[in-house]
């Protein structure tokens, strides 16, 4: 199945604007000015538009995996984390960057990173709460937002160590308790 495949599945045939997107889509003003070889750095990425994502997404899975690791090494996450990120579609090919973070302590805990798409204009946060795919967003931004990402990681790895399960942190989050 191809990712187009994959997302028109995910989206149920629903139209475009059903996510908030502006009709007609986002104006790409970056495309242009992409280079094939040119070196991604946390800094181009905070500059791109939503489609810019998804352009550069399209150019394959090295394209795809260079964005990834480009926000795993500004989250500058510590040995709690195990990380994984999406290549192949996976986990619904939705997301340009879509990364996983499990907690090494509590295995059922389980955070998504995503980038902004053709579906979302937004960076989210995604705390899943149990293995049937229900999950809660507790962090939208504009802009990817490292620090803001790594305070919360912090935050959810202190609730962890307090004894908290995925539930307890996802509602703790949404609500801004526990600073």
Known sequence: MS?????????????????????????????GEMIRDETLTLARLQQFLPCDYETYCSRGEEYRHRLSCVVLH???????????????????????VHLRLTHRECKQLTIDILSPSDESPFWHGLIWLNPDH????????????????????????????AGHGPG??????RNGGIK
């Open 74 to 96: 500004a989250l500058m996450l510590s040995d709690i984390w195990r990380t994984g990120c999406e290549s192949r579609g996976e986990w619904g090919g939705v997301f340009p």
């Open 134 to 161: 229900t999950g809660l967003y507790f962090w939208n931004s504009e802009h990817l937002a490292t620090d803001i990402i790594g305070e919360q990681l912090h935050r959810i790895d202190g609730m962890v160590r």
């Open 3 to 31: 990712v187009i495949q994959s997302k028109e599945i995910i989206r149920r045939g629903k139209p475009a604007g059903y996510y908030g997107r502006l009709q007609g889509g986002y104006i790409c003003s970056h495309y």
């Open 168 to 173: 307890d942190i996802a509602g703790i989050l």
